[in-house]
């Protein structure tokens, strides 16, 4: 059973910078995607950045100010936010699948302030 843990979030004012990461407790080698969701107040959650197959793909809201990347040797995904804004407040999920299944970290709250 892999499991996917969450770290780096915190309080913030605006405009400025955290990285999150999500350590896996397997080999992130054999997942065929990962991701970061978020999950604003009241708000659906939805999909922030994700990695497949070495190509990544962005939220508009978030293209030019965050970064997803990961470390195979370290088995971690990173998420590098800079230039941050208070509607990017949330809870922030590590997201990953193998196969047909999709494995989730208990996520990581982010709190901007203006």
């Known amino acids: 059973q892999v499991q996917l843990v969450e770290s780096g979030g915190g309080l913030v004012q605006a405009g400025g910078s955290l990285r999150l990461s999500c350590a896996a407790s397997?080999?992130?080698?054999?997942?065929?995607?990962l991701g970061w969701y978020r999950q604003a107040p009241g708000k659906q959650r939805e999909l922030v950045a994700g990695?497949?197959?070495?190509?990544?793909n962005y939220a508009d809201s978030v293209k030019g100010r965050f970064t997803i990347s990961r470390d195979n040797a370290k088995n971690t995904v990173y998420l590098q936010m800079t230039s941050l804004k208070p509607e990017d407040t949330g809870v922030y999920y590590c997201?990953?699948?193998?196969?047909?299944?999709?494995?989730w970290g208990q996520g990581t709250q982010v709190t901007v302030s203006s």
């Open positions: 990695i497949v197959r070495g190509s990544t």
């Open positions: 397997g080999s992130i080698f054999s997942f065929n995607s």
């Open positions: 997201n990953g699948r193998v196969g047909v299944t999709i494995y």
